[in-house]
């Protein structure tokens, strides 16, 4: 039994716990022992993005000493997972914690990746019956390289029917801080993103992050779009 100390970004922390409590379902499911460390706070992940490295440093390295004592650390966001593994050694270059934050993040995986590259399981018994499609989430794909392991997941779901998009790894326009700077062109990103889903009359829109998500679910339910947002962790507990 593998152990698995699970991570939860603030996103789903604060706003979408349900999706926490299902990557455990979905973790337990698979013959893992999930263990959630209470003390764990952000990643650092807003500051360094806005440039405040400094403020950030002392965020991260909790963070570090937090996750050192674990087997594998699993977490529902390629954006937080691909923060940790690709800027936390540039943070700690030649710092007492370089080596540190380079083992974390061989131990850091997104829970997709983690499910199917790691675990090799890739049917959960999950029943979602319609048409959904896939949204590649930057911090996913350009972060952390997935692409394969959500849509083999998927394809195991009964009842649900994957349909690909036309530039389906295009940005959503969410982009952290981004879509409150320049909220114009993040808005027409997002406009961009909903005419594609339109296209393959989807009724499900799932990705691995919930930043997305809840960017497109808030521009879709503004514009009335009937198209449903779902994190990959709950299409994978659904139906049980």
């Not at 593994?85 to 943070?91: A, D, E, G």
Request: proline share 3%.
């Amino acid at each position: 039994m593998k152990r698995v100390h699970l991570f939860i970004p603030c996103f789903i922390d604060q706003l979408f716990p349900q999706t926490a409590f299902n990557t455990v379902k979905v973790l337990r499911k698979a013959g893992c022992e999930v263990i959630y460390n209470a003390e764990q706070t952000c990643c650092g992940q807003p500051a360094f993005n806005a440039g405040f490295w400094e403020e950030a440093r002392p965020v991260c390295e909790k963070f570090i000493h937090d996750m050192e004592d674990a087997d594998y650390v699993v977490g529902p966001s390629g954006s937080c997972v691909g923060f940790v593994r690709n800027y936390y050694p540039l943070l700690f270059q030649n710092s007492a914690l370089h080596n540190e934050c380079r083992q974390l993040g061989r131990r850091l995986y997104e829970l997709s990746e983690f499910l199917v590259d790691v675990l090799q399981v890739t049917d959960f018994g999950a029943r979602l019956h319609g048409v959904a499609t896939y949204h590649d989430a930057c911090g996913a794909l350009r972060e952390c390289g997935i692409r394969d392991a959500p849509r083999r997941l998927l394809s195991r779901v009964e009842g649900l029917e994957l349909r690909e998009m036309q530039d389906r790894d295009s940005c959503c326009g969410f982009g952290g801080t981004f879509a409150v700077k320049f909220d114009e062109i993040s808005a027409a990103m997002a406009y961009q993103k909903m005419q594609q889903v339109a296209l393959t009359e989807a009724q499900y829109l799932i990705s691995t992050d919930y930043s997305c998500l809840m960017h497109l679910d808030s521009y879709f339910k503004k514009q009335e779009s009937k198209v449903q947002v779902m994190h990959l962790a709950d299409v994978l507990a659904s139906g049980w």
